[in-house]
C-alpha cells in the first residue's frame, strides 16, 4: 500500500496570508491527525477528522483549521500566517482514530 | 494525559543492544505503552505497543514492569539508520482522545560506528 502522502513538501508563505496543506491517507485508512511540529513546542496535535467530523482538537487558535472529504483526504488551513506559525506539519492516518498511526513526511511551512 | 519520562539522549555503539528507558508512574490500568520514532526529517514510524506483558516485533521489543510504571524499548542490535529521536507515550483504550498522541521531548540516540 502507498503511504500517507503530504503536499506540498515545502512552502514559504508571508504573513498575513493563509495557506492550504493536503494530507492524503492510505487506503481504507478513515482517520486523520495533524500535528505541528517545532524546535520549541516539540510535536503538538492539532485535530482529527473521522468520516468528514472533526472529533478531537488541541489547543490551538481557530486560524487553524481542517476538514476531510468523503475519500478521507484531508486539508488544513491556517488564515493569517504569523511568524511562529512557521513549522513542519505532519499528517497521520489510521484506520479508526485509536489504533497505530501511520505519518507522512510533513509539509514544511516557512512564514517570512 | 499521563505523562513519561525519558533521559535527553542516549548513545550506542553499531550493533550493540540499546535499551531506551521510560518512566509513567501516574500510567491508568487501561493506558497503553506505545513507542514512536522519527528519523531526521522524516515524520514519526511506529516502533511498538503493549499493556502489560513483554512485547517483541520485527523491529524491537518491549519490555514493561510489573506494576507497569516504567518500561524499556530494546533494540537488539542497533544500526545507524536507528539514530533517532525514540517518544514513549501512553495511550488510552476506548478513551475520546481520537488521532490523539501526546509527545514529549523524547530521547536522542545516536549511534557510533
Known amino acids: 500500500k502507498a503511504g500517507v502522502t503530504q503536499t506540498p513538501r515545502y512552502l514559504i508563505k508571508t504573513r498575513g496570508q493563509q495557506v492550504t496543506l493536503s494530507c492524503s491517507p492510505i487506503s481504507g485508512h478513515r482517520s486523520v491527525s495533524w500535528y505541528q511540529q517545532t524546535p520549541g513546542q516539540g510535536l503538538q496535535f492539532l485535530f482529527e477528522y473521522f468520516s468528514e467530523t472533526q472529533r478531537n482538537k488541541g489547543n490551538f487558535p481557530g486560524r487553524f483549521s481542517g476538514r476531510q472529504f468523503s475519500n478521507s483526504r484531508s486539508e488544513m488551513n491556517v488564515s ?32 517570512l | 494525559d499521563a505523562k513519561t519520562t525519558q533521559p535527553n539522549s542516549m548513545e550506542s555503539n553499531e550493533e550493540e543492544p540499546v535499551h531506551l528507558p521510560c ?43 510489573e506494576d507497569r510504571k516504567s518500561s524499556t524499548l530494546i533494540l537488539h542490535r542497533a544500526t545507524l539508520r536507528d539514530a533517532a529521536v525514540y517518544y514513549c507515550i501512553l495511550r488510552e483504550s476506548g478513551g475520546t482522545s481520537y488521532g490523539k498522541l501526546t509527545f514529549g521531548q523524547g530521547t536522542i540516540l545516536t549511534v557510533h560506528p
Open chain 1, 80 to 111: 493569517t500566517l504569523e511568524l511562529g506559525d512557521s513549522a513542519l506539519y505532519l499528517c497521520a492516518s489510521s484506520v479508526a482514530g485509536q489504533e497505530t498511526q501511520y505519518f507522512g513526511p510533513g509539509t514544511r511551512l516557512l512564514v
Open chain 2, 23 to 65: 518512566n509513567h508512574s501516574t500510567i491508568s490500568g487501561t493506558d497503553y505503552i506505545h513507542w514512536y520514532r522519527q528519523l531526521p526529517s522524516q515524520g514519526p514510524e511506529y516502533v511498538i505497543h503493549g499493556l502489560t506483558s513483554n512485547v517483541n516485533n520485527r523491529m524491537a521489543s518491549l519490555a514493561i514492569a
